[in-house]
């Protein structure tokens, strides 16, 4: 079941792989957005923004975004990669405080082969997880059936991330 352990592997963003999809890159994109709501951002630092994953694996799936359209963690200066690992860490307490997991999953896909959906722009992925996934929420075909609409996720997040 590796599906259980590699749960981003699965986790698209919106219109990342629509056929109609602009050519340009969806995080490189969002970052210019001006409404943070519409764009599903919780949160801009100063090199990275966080934002949520249109089709989450679990609620409170966020992904950590570097500004700089990058495909390579190396390529990121030792600040950038600095403040992503600071992110994580606000991150993990922030879902642990509002949905009190068992675990929570951070990992990178770099590159196709590893699993990417977005290869072009690397990010990381942080999301919550109970010992019974599967039974937190069930799966019907390609459609996950979470407890919790975006807009209420963007909100507690976006709002503990303030605090
Ligand atoms: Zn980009």
Not at 49 to 68: K, S
Not at 117 to 141: C, E, K, T, Y
Request: charged share 20%.
């Amino acid at each position: 079941m590796d599906y259980l352990f590699t749960p981003w592997r699965y986790a698209y963003i919106t219109g990342a792989h629509h056929p109609n999809a602009p050519k340009e890159c969806l995080f490189c994109d969002r970052l210019k957005a001006t409404g943070d709501e519409a764009a599903l951002i919780v949160y801009r630092g100063k090199n990275c923004f966080i934002i949520l994953n249109a089709y989450p694996y679990t609620n409170g799936h966020v992904m950590i975004v570097p500004h700089q359209h990058a495909s390579e963690l190396n390529k990121l200066s030792a600040e950038t990669a600095a403040e992503i690992m600071h992110l994580s860490q606000r991150m993990e307490r922030v879902l642990r405080e509002l949905y009190h997991p068992d675990g929570v999953n951070i990992g990178m896909n770099i590159g196709k082969a590893a699993g990417a959906g977005i290869d072009q722009h690397l990010h990381m992925h942080v999301l919550p997880r109970w010992v019974a996934d599967a039974n937190f929420m069930s799966v019907i075909g390609e459609t996950r059936m979470l407890p919790e609409t975006l807009d209420v996720t963007w909100e507690r997040i976006s709002k503990a991330l303030k605090s």
